[in-house]
C-alpha cells in the first residue's frame, strides 16, 4: 500500500526482508524506501515461494508499523494492573531499575525469573538469540515453547524422524491432495496456489477439517468430520488399504518398521466404526480410503490445527503412516508435509549460548500452563519477562492467566510494539521494533528456503530490537563474555551451520535455497535411529506409551456433556494472525466483532438469531461475542474465531477464557480444540447494565 506519494527515482531504493509471522509461507518482502519513509511493501517476484503475493494481512505492514499507536518510548506502570495505566520514562531509568530487580531475584533464586516468548517474530535473531543468552548466563527458568506445534512435531520426530517431508513446489504435480487441517487459503495462502495448479492439471482436492473453510469451499470434496477423531479416520483409511491391497509391500518391507503391529491395530478400525466415532458417512471414509489408495502421486498437506487435541500427537502419527503404506514417497509429489523447518541446519547452540548455564539445570515451565504456574505459591514466579508473545490473550484458560499475571507482587516487563493485552499488566513496557526496523535471519517451516531480513527503516520513536535489549540488561548485570557483544549481522552469520547455506547468494538476492533431494525418502532413509518409518516407535514405548498410534478420544468428547454438549473449536479469523493485526483498524473492520459460529439446528434450537450476542460458557468461564449462523458449523460444533484482543472484545474475554490447560498425548502441548461449551442468547437490555470488566474499561 502507497502511504506517501511516490519519490523521485533517484532517491529511491529497495530492501529486501523476511515475513516474520507465524506463518509456513515466510514470505521475501521488498520494501521501497524513499529518503527514510517507506513507500511500498510487496511480495519479492524474484522469490519462487512467494512469487511477488503477499497474504491481506502483511501487505497492510506499512499501516501496521506507522499505527498511530505504536509504542515510540518506554513506560512505567502507575496504576493497577491490568488497567493500561502508564508514564514515560528514560530507557536508562527503565533498563537500570529491571537489571537491579532482577539481579536482587537472581541473588536469592534465579528460577524465580521466567522468560515468556514465542513466534510474534519468527526471525532466529530477534526470536532466539541474545535473549536466550541473557537468560541462561541469569539461570532463569526454561520455557517449553510448546503453544502451537509440539504435538505435532514431536509426533513427526517419532515416525519420520524430525520434522521433515516433501518439497511443497512438488504438491503441484500431484494428482490427489488430502488437505488435512488447515485452512490453506486463509493460513498458507503459497501452498494453496500449488494445490490449485495441480487441480487445473486435473487432481482432485479433499479437505478434512471439521469447519467448512473457505479452503473447503473450493476443494473436491469435505470431510467434516469431529474435532478430535482424526486418528480414527487416519487407522480406518489403513483398514481399507490392507483389505484392498492397496499396499506398496515392497516400499513397507524395505523401509518402515512395526508394520505387522500396524497392521493388526488399523484392522480394528473397519469404517463403519471410525463413521460412528468422527461423525461422518461410513461411505465417505470408503471412498476417500479408495481415492487414496489407487491414484499416485498421492500427498498430503497436514497442518497444525487437528493437533490441538488430546489425541493430537497420535493423530499425527498415524497420517504420517499412511504415505508409507502406499509407497507414496517413492515419488517427489507424494508424500506428505505438516512442517519442513527440520530440514534447515539451525546452529542452536551458537545462537542460544546454553552453555551458559555452566551444569545447571533450572526447572522448565510449560508455556501452556502459564495460568496455573502464576497461581503456584510452592515454587513461585517472581518476575516474567513478555517478548514476541501475548501470553494474556493467546494462553488458555485466560480468566486464569489474566489474574495471574494481575498479581501486584509479580514483576512483569513486556517487550512490544503495541499496548496489547499482556502489556497492560506489564510494570515496564519497552517500544520494540517491527521487521522493517531490525536485522534478521529466517528458516521456514512451509518450504525450504533460508531469508535474510534487512532493515529497511530507522526504528520509530525509541523502539529498540530485542536484541539490544537483553544486551543492554546483560551489560548492566555484568555479563562479560565476549558473546553478549555480537551484533546483529554477526547473529545473522552464526544462525546456520558453517557452509551449510550460500551466504553470499543469500545477501544478493535475499534468500537462498536449502541444497535438498526432490523425493527424500525415496528409498527410505528417514532420519529416525532404525532410518525407516517408524509405525512403532521403541522410543515412545520407552517412556511408557502406545509404540503404535491410535485414536485417543478428547478429554472433552463432542455431546459427551449435558450441561455443555457443544464442541468448540477456535480456529484464526482470517485477517488476523494468532492475535498479530487485531489493533490494524482495515483488518479489524473486515472481521467486525468477536464472532462464534453456529450451525442453523443448533442456533434455533436455542432461539438464537443471526447477529445475536450470546454468552458462550462452561465450567471455566464465559465470554459473550455475537453469533454467525453459518453452514461453516455442522450440527454439534461452535467455532470461536479468534483471537481477539481480550480488551476489544464484548465483555473483556476472548475465546480462550473457555479453553484448558490439560496437555496433549505427546509433546505437552496445548488442547484449544478439545473443549465443550453452551451457548444462549443474552438478553441485549441484560447485557447493557452487566458490570464491565477491568480490562473491558482499559484503553
Ligand atoms: S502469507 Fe504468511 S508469510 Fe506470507 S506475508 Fe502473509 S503471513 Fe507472511
Redesign the pocket.
Known amino acids: 500500500m502507497d502511504l506517501v506519494p511516490p519519490a523521485s527515482a533517484a532517491t529511491t531504493r529497495t530492501v529486501r526482508g523476511?515475513?516474520?509471522?507465524?506463518?509456513?509461507?515466510?514470505?521475501a518482502?521488498v520494501t521501497t524506501v524513499a529518503d527514510g519513509v517507506a513507500l511500498k511493501l510487496q511480495?519479492n517476484p524474484d522469490h519462487p515461494h512467494?512469487a511477488g503475493?503477499?497474504?491481506?494481512?502483511?501487505?497492510r505492514?506499512l499501516e501496521r508499523n506507522a499505527h498511530p499507536e505504536r509504542l515510540l518510548q518506554p513506560l512505567r506502570r502507575c496504576g493497577p494492573k491490568g488497567l493500561g495505566r502508564f508514564e514515560p520514562v528514560s530507557w536508562d531509568e527503565a533498563l537500570d531499575d529491571i537489571a537491579a530487580r532482577l539481579q536482587r531475584l537472581a541473588c536469592i533464586n534465579p528460577e524465580t525469573i521466567v522468560p515468556y516468548s514465542y513466534a510474534g517474530t519468527m526471525g532466529l535473531v530477534q526470536g532466539e538469540s541474545m535473549d536466550r543468552r541473557f537468560f541462561h548466563k541469569l539461570g532463569a527458568s526454561l520455557l517449553d515453547r510448546t503453544i502451537c506445534s509440539t504435538a505435532g512435531g514431536e509426533a513427526l520426530g517419532f515416525t519420520l524422524g524430525g520434522k521433515v517431508g516433501m518439497r511443497v513446489e512438488f504438491f503441484a504435480q500431484a494428482r490427489l491432495i488430502l488437505i488435512w487441517g488447515s485452512n490453506s487459503i486463509a493460513?498458507?495462502?503459497?501452498f494453496w496456489r500449488h494445490a490449485q495448479a495441480a487441480r487445473r492439471a486435473g487432481a482432485r482436492l479433499v479437505c478434512i477439517d471439521p469447519r467448512k473453510t473457505e479452503t473447503a469451499d473450493k476443494c473436491d470434496e469435505h470431510v467434516a468430520l469431529l474435532p478430535g477423531t482424526d486418528a480414527a479416520l487416519a487407522l480406518a483409511l489403513m483398514h481399507e488399504l490392507i483389505v484392498h491391497d492397496w499396499l506398496d509391500h515392497d516400499y513397507i518391507e524395505r523401509y518402515t518398521l512395526g508394520w505387522p503391529q500396524l497392521r493388526e491395530r488399523a484392522l480394528q478400525w473397519p469404517p463403519a466404526r471410525a463413521a460412528a466415532v468422527c461423525g461422518v458417512p461410513e461411505q465417505q471414509i470408503v471412498d476417500l480410503a479408495r481415492a487414496y489408495g489407487t491414484t499416485r502421486p498421492a500427498a498430503i498437506r497436514l497442518n497444525y490445527g487437528m493437533q490441538r487435541v488430546r489425541g493430537g500427537g497420535n493423530a499425527a502419527r498415524a497420517i504420517a503412516s499412511l504415505p508409507a503404506l502406499t509407497g507414496a514417497w517413492r515419488e517427489r509429489a507424494g508424500g506428505l508435509l505438516l512442517s519442513s523447518s527440520g530440514h534447515f541446519p539451525v546452529n542452536r547452540a551458537a545462537l542460544q549460548r546454553p552453555d551458559l548455564l555452566a551444569g545447571r539445570r533450572p526447572r522448565t515451565i510449560n508455556m501452556v500452563t502459564i495460568g496455573d504456574a502464576l497461581h503456584d505459591t510452592d515454587n513461585p514466579i517472581e518476575a516474567l519477562v513478555v517478548y514476541n508473545s501475548n501470553p494474556v490473550a493467546v494462553a488458555p484458560d485466560s480468566g486464569k492467566v489474566a489474574s495471574g499475571f494481575a498479581r501486584e507482587d509479580l514483576f512483569c516487563v513486556v517487550l512490544e510494539q503495541f499496548q496489547t493485552d499482556t502489556a497492560d499488566y506489564a510494570d515496564y513496557v519497552l517500544p520494540a521494533t517491527t521487521q522493517l526496523e531490525h536485522w534478521d535471519i529466517h528458516a521456514a517451516y512451509?518450504h525450504t528456503d533460508v531469508l535474510l531480513n534487512e532493515p529497511a527503516l530507522a526504528p520509530r520513536g525509541q523502539a529498540r530490537s530485542n536484541t539490544w535489549v537483553f544486551r543492554e540488561l546483560a551489560r548492566r548485570m555484568g555479563f562479560d563474555e565476549p558473546c553478549f557483544a555480537d551484533d546483529d549481522q554477526a547473529l545473522c552469520r552464526s544462525a546456520f551451520a558453517d557452509g551449510s547455506i550460500d551466504f553470499a547468494q543469500l545477501q544478493a538476492q535475499g534468500f537462498t535455497s536449502l541444497r535438498l533431494p526432490e523425493a527424500p525418502f525415496a528409498e527410505g532413509n528417514f532420519p529416525t535411529p532404525s532410518g525407516r518409518c517408524e509405525f512403532f516407535s521403541e522410543r515412545l514405548a520407552a517412556l511408557g506409551q502406545d509404540g503404535l498410534p491410535d485414536h485417543v478420544p478428547n478429554y472433552e468428547t463432542p455431546g459427551s456433556s449435558a450441561n455443555y454438549p457443544l464442541a468448540m473449536i477456535s480456529p484464526p479469523a482470517r485477517n488476523f494472525?494468532n492475535s498479530s493485526f487485531v489493533n490494524v483498524a482495515s483488518l479489524r473492520a473486515i472481521e467486525g466483532e468477536p464472532l462464534l459460529e453456529i450451525h442453523a439446528d443448533d442456533a434455533a434450537a436455542r432461539g438464537i438469531a443471526d447477529g445475536a450476542t450470546v454468552r458462550v460458557f462452561n465450567a471455566r468461564g464465559e465470554h459473550r461475542c455475537r453469533a454467525a449462523v453459518s453452514r461453516r458449523a455442522r450440527p454439534g460444533v461452535v467455532h470461536g474465531l479468534g483471537i481477539w484482543w481480550r480488551k476489544l472484545g464484548l465483555d473483556g474475554t476472548n475465546v480462550n477464557q473457555l479453553t484448558s490447560q490439560r496437555l496433549t498425548d505427546i509433546g505437552r502441548g496445548p488442547t484449544f480444540y478439545d473443549c465443550v461449551v453452551q451457548v444462549e442468547r443474552v438478553d441485549v437490555r441484560a447485557a447493557a447494565q452487566a458490570p464491565a470488566t477491568a480490562a473491558a474499561i482499559a484503553p
Do not use: F, W
Open positions: 523476511a515475513c516474520p509471522h507465524d506463518c509456513p509461507d515466510t514470505c518482502l511480495g512467494t503475493v503477499l497474504c491481506t494481512k502483511v501487505s505492514y493460513s498458507n495462502l503459497h512451509g494472525l
